[in-house]
């Protein structure tokens, strides 16, 4: 059961931060681009990029 709960906080931790969602996308007002991809994380202003793979993998997450 444990590895089933890992696997699946990796699944969320993907779909939040790692992946951009048509749904969340912005208009931009730029020569360059009409649209802002975001993630979920990015909407809820958790962070402000789109992360990658490794980055989500590499992150530590701090002991209180």
Known sequence: MKMHQRSF?????????V?????????????NRKWLQRTPAMAEKITDHIWTLKE???FRIPIQ
């Open 9 to 17: 906080d990796l699944f969320q931790a993907g779909y939040s931060f």
């Open 19 to 31: 992946k951009a969602h048509d749904s969340l996308k912005v208009k931009v007002s730029s020569e």
């Open 56 to 58: 989500l993998l590499n």
